[in-house]
């Protein structure tokens, strides 16, 4: 017999009580004024959020981060501001390596926790994500910020499917670790500083 | 073979009493962080009925949804393999770094890959097995083992991890800034990371209804293993599935704030399939899982996600460490765990508890912990495998008991001994109890006695 079908066999052979499932109806949490609660929560996780009208005040914004003036290869994958990397003629992912910077679409964020949500579908290389030495994000956001934030993680889900073959993260503010002694260290292995930009249309 | 038992174990740490404590405060900070965090919630309590819910279903129709994630997984294009135990698990991920003939591997954390001691395994074969998330690398460098499944190097000072990267990366010697010290191992480990030939990770969720994995980082170092090579190795126990995306909900909710107090972690990555080009091997391990599940006392503790608050919050586990339980998973939940593989081997885990109940309070899922380690206590001894220490005293003890007169008699000469004796004659090696303590002051007379007294006074008050 297969080690697969031992296992399951094996399970069957066991006497479990049947549970239901409990459903997910919740008076889950909801913010007053989530685009605030947002910001905090990203503040609070190493991020920093932006409300913005146009592509020249994200360039204004951006050029105010250090990193992203000093940046030598920016990977810019939002019509708003320009990159000087191909990134659609690389080949393979290993030539990221060097990126400083990268600016991309995320598809809407999460008030509880700060996150946003991203997904590789237009995205030919999903390490553009993590290589980065920064990052940045920016949601569209039809009218009012507030219309690209769900309040929480069950709103989120309701937003997501998963079909196909695809990969899709919630990013909450720039990478880190507290491994040694407890003390929070910005930019473990991914981006060292992450802005969040709500474009409003 | 004669197994270091926890008491003995735990001597050796709490013989350095500033370490101890120290140890003990760093733990009981993360143990406050998520107790912010479960207030800032006020359906904190909902959401742990849920979770503990949603997993007790899970498990009772365990064998439907492991079928139906690979038939879902395998639709995405992934490859899904099954494996009894850890040795067929090693096995496995062997043969597929075979066939593309891997020799630098970077691995996520993964305590499935722990229990089944794959590094050695793999090192044995020629291969290099780099893990990647900083705390692993540190105690990897070092040859320990991690202390703790969230925090692995919790216990070790960053003078030491200095030290350790001094020798191993070239740090400066002497330098113990953690920015300093994270910065150098950023840069050694990308070096790991553009190199690698293969990626594994662990699993934090699995979802029947698609076929997708969840995994869950702050550092960042699981996307970014398996995002630049081609082959992703996901390795986990079958415990790990939820039925439906969006009971993900639920979980991602309480899974940080449980473990470090974040409200999620920096990135919650879900897979669905291998990248273009790429290939995902997804292995299921039993390695003794299904035998738990017969278990109507300890089935519960499948439903564990691994957050680590009951190590956190635990005062045995704080002021002993996790290497005192010789176990891949310590504190609570792995004194659980561990003897319901060997409860011949591990049968002091169930006793490193005071039964306080704050593991119970603060797990996610709402594992009775506290019920099932005394549940332990009591199989062990069915078992037959207290040691005389426990069992001699007892015999004594419930001897003594059922005749009123002799614990009459019994406690006059203990209270006695206490206040006459002399502190050599208390304090020893038999009497375990006066280790790092003080005896109670003794009461001149008994309950008993002061009862009799004060009735007596009523009476003629009257
Ligand atoms: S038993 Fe509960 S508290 Fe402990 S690690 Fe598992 S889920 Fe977390």
């Given amino acids: ?201 | 073979m004669k197994t270091a038992q926890h008491p003995e174990q735990a001597a050796e740490f709490v013989a350095n009493d500033a370490r101890a404590h120290w140890h003990d405060q760093a733990l009981w900070f993360v143990r406050e962080k998520r107790d912010r965090m479960a207030v800032s919630l006020p359906e904190w309590e909902q959401l742990r009925d849920t979770a503990s819910q949603i997993k007790l279903h899970t498990v009772s129709r365990m064998a439907d949804y492991l079928e139906e994630f690979e038939r879902n997984a395998t639709k995405l294009g992934a490859v899904v393999h099954w494996a009894k135990d850890a040795q067929e698990h090693n096995e496995i991920v062997l043969s597929l770094l075979k066939k593309i003939d891997a020799k630098r591997i970077v691995k996520s954390k993964s305590m499935l890959t722990e229990e089944c001691h794959l590094n050695p395994f793999l090192e044995e074969q020629g291969i290099e097995v780099v893990d990647t998330d900083l705390g692993e690398r540190i105690v990897q460098l070092r040859k320990e083992a991690p202390s703790h499944i969230v925090l692995p190097a919790i216990h070790i000072k960053k003078e030491e991890v200095s030290e350790t990267f001094h020798e191993h990366l070239q740090t400066e010697a002497g330098n113990n800034d953690p920015n300093y010290l994270t910065e150098a191992a950023r840069n050694h480990l990308r070096e790991k990371f553009v190199a690698a030939d293969a990626g594994i990770t662990g699993v934090n969720f699995a979802i029947a209804e698609t076929g997708g994995l969840v995994v869950c980082t702050n550092e960042g170092n699981a996307d970014l293993g398996v995002s630049l090579p081609k082959l992703h190795i996901a390795c986990m126990g079958i415990e790990k599935l939820v039925p439906k995306a969006a009971d993900l909900s639920v979980f991602l909710r309480l899974l940080a704030r449980s473990a470090t107090g974040q409200p999620i972690t920096t990135y919650s990555s879900h897979f669905h399939g291998p990248r273009p080009g790429g290939e995902l091997h997804i292995i299921l391990v039993d390695n003794g899982r299904s035998n738990l599940m017969g278990s109507s006392q300890f089935r519960n503790s499948l439903k564990c996600i691994r957050c680590g608050a009951c190590m956190n919050t635990c005062p045995v586990y704080r002021r002993s460490g996790g290497h005192s339980y010789g176990t891949t998973v310590p504190g609570p939940i792995g004194s659980i765990l561990a003897p319901s593989r060997d409860s011949k081997q591990h049968k002091s885990l169930p006793f490193a508890c005071t039964l306080c109940g704050s593991c119970t309070d603060v797990c996610p899922v709402k594992i009775d912990l506290h019920h099932e380690l005394l549940e332990w206590r009591g199989e062990i001894r069915k078992r037959g495998q207290l040691p005389i220490s426990k069992t001699l005293p007892m015999k004594f003890t419930s001897w003594m008991m059922q005749s009123p007169w002799l614990f009459g008699v019994v406690g006059a000469i203990g209270r006695w001994c206490l206040r006459h004796f002399p502190r050599w004659a208390i304090y020893h090696g038999l009497n375990p109890w006066g280790k790092q303590r003080e005896m109670p002051e003794s009461p001149k007379q008994s309950f008993r006695e002061l009862y009799q007294i004060h009735e007596s006074k009523k009476a003629s008050d009257e």
């Fill in chain 1, 1 to 201: 017999m297969s080690s697969r079908d031992q296992i399951l066999n094996n399970i069957r052979n066991q006497i479990v009580a049947s549970v239901d499932h409990p459903g997910l109806a919740g008076e889950w949490i909801r913010y007053d004024d989530r685009v605030e609660h947002y910001a905090t929560v990203l503040a609070a996780v190493g991020g920093t959020a932006h409300v913005v009208d146009s592509a020249e005040q994200i360039l204004a914004e951006l050029n105010q981060v250090p990193a992203f003036a000093a940046a030598k290869k920016v990977v810019s994958l939002c019509g708003e501001v320009a990159g000087n990397v191909d990134f659609a003629q690389i080949d393979d992912p290993h030539k990221l390596e060097d990126v400083d910077f990268a600016i991309l679409p995320a598809q809407f964020a999460v008030a509880e926790n700060g996150a946003v949500w991203v997904d590789d579908a237009d995205v030919k290389h999903r390490v553009i994500y993590f290589i980065p030495q920064h990052l940045s994000f920016i949601v569209p956001a039809p009218q009012d910020a507030a219309d690209a934030i769900v309040d929480n993680m069950h709103q989120a889900y309701e937003r997501l499917s998963f079909g196909q073959p695809r990969f899709g993260t919630f990013v909450s503010g720039p990478s880190k670790t507290a491994d040694i002694e407890q003390s929070l260290v910005i930019g473990a292995h991914g981006a060292r500083s992450l802005n969040v930009f709500f474009l409003r249309q």
